[in-house]
């Protein structure tokens, strides 16, 4: 699976956009984008995934650069519970092995 | 999306011991993980537990340490044996219900500190 590069840390005020970004340069054609969060104390949540086209769920927006080589997820309005870690991973979607690998993440703070 | 409970959700040990944590889902799942998430750190497949079957473990992870059964589709267990501070943890099982489009889906996990 191809490698994803996050930036450490992001902050985002309360009620505002938070546009989290990942590189993903080494993606090939049949890798999908997926993004999960960890809040404190809890297992990762599943929130979007995507393969070229742009998603949208109840959650968040996934925009997929055309090139597909990065990717944006973004929370339109964010609350204080959105602060969490958000890990954005690549795999082969349909493969019978679903060895998820996570990065160190994005540590978002949402601030009042 | 499938409900995960994991038991139990921390505890304390004394190293040299072993416990062994289990990971219930309320519907049949294709596939089950197990994964650690040392402090501060990602998380970390340590293997994929087959129904029926041996489990399969990623690379630095091996049976003897981490025993895993998986005896039907619901239900899976992880031993963490001979326990040193260094095994000091949470522990997670994930889910994989089939089919395209379907993520994994993660329990909790289970907080273990080794004295």
């Known amino acids: 699976d191809a490698k994803t590069t996050q930036p450490p840390s992001m902050d985002c005020a309360e009620g505002r956009a938070a546009n989290l970004p990942c590189n993903h340069s080494?993606?090939?054609?049949?890798?999908?984008v997926y993004w999960y969060r960890q809040i404190h104390s809890q297992g990762p949540q599943y929130i979007i995934h995507?393969?070229?086209n742009n998603e949208t769920n109840e959650m968040a927006s996934l925009i997929i650069t055309e090139d597909r080589k990065s990717s944006t997820l973004i929370l339109p309005h964010a609350t204080l519970r959105d602060t969490a870690v958000y890990y954005c991973?690549?795999?082969?979607?349909?493969?019978?092995?679903?060895?998820?690998?996570f990065g160190q993440g994005t540590i978002l703070t949402v601030h009042p | 999306s499938a409900v995960i409970s994991q038991k139990p959700s921390r505890d304390i040990c004394q190293r040299g011991t072993s416990l062994t944590i289990q990971c219930q889902v309320d519907?049949?799942?294709?596939?089950m993980f197990w994964y650690r998430q040392q402090p501060g750190q990602s998380l970390t497949l340590i293997a994929t537990?087959?129904?029926?079957?041996?489990?399969?473990?990623e690379s630095g992870f091996v049976i003897d340490k981490f025993p895993i059964s998986r005896p039907n589709l619901t239900f899976s267990t992880l031993t963490v044996s001979n326990m040193s501070p260094e095994d000091s943890s949470i522990y997670l099982c994930?889910?994989?219900?089939?089919?395209?489009?379907?993520?994994?889906?993660f329990g909790d996990g289970t907080r273990l500190s080794i004295l």
């Open positions: 994930s889910v994989w219900t089939g089919g395209t489009n379907q993520p994994q889906h």
């Open positions: 080494t993606i090939s054609g049949n890798e999908y």
């Open positions: 995507g393969l070229k």
């Open positions: 991973i690549v795999r082969v979607e349909g493969t019978s092995y679903g060895k998820l690998t």
């Open positions: 519907s049949q799942v294709t596939m």
């Open positions: 537990a087959n129904q029926g079957s041996e489990a399969t473990y």
